[in-house]
């Protein structure tokens, strides 16, 4: 069964960085696809990026492309997303979800991904 447990979520000022971590346990990240949600209070959960099964395969939403990074390390059964340029907009929970996948042309929604975190708080305020 898979597991994945996010990490690095905080408070940081607008125009600052964090960098979003997702350990999986259960399963070899390899033969899975990656993704970043997020859900602002009040608001419907958003998908942000994907990963397939390389970094060379990945997709991003316009409110973050250029700003956000998604990543992985395979060896360590980590994915990341690198988050620049925070704005106070960013301000949500980030979740990882997982799905047995190789190579993706764009992200599925939500319900297709069958594994989740628990998520990580993130808060951009000054």
């Known amino acids: 069964q898979v597991q994945l447990v996010e990490s690095g979520g905080g408070l940081v000022p607008p125009g600052g960085s964090l960098r979003l971590s997702c350990v999986a346990s259960g399963v070899t990240l390899d033969y899975y696809a990656v993704a970043w949600f997020r859900q602002a209070p009040g608001k419907e959960r958003e998908g942000l990026a994907c990963?397939?099964?390389?970094?060379?395969?990945?997709h991003y939403v316009d409110s973050v492309r250029g700003r956000f990074t998604i990543s992985r390390d395979n060896a360590k059964n980590t994915a990341y997303l690198q988050m620049n340029s925070l704005k106070p907009e960013d301000t949500a929970v980030y979740y990882c979800a997982a799905e047995a996948a190789g190579r993706l042309r764009g992200c599925p929604p939500g319900p297709s991904w069958g594994n989740w975190g628990k998520g990580t708080p993130v808060t951009v305020s000054s």
């Open positions: 990963i397939g099964n390389d970094n060379t395969n990945t």
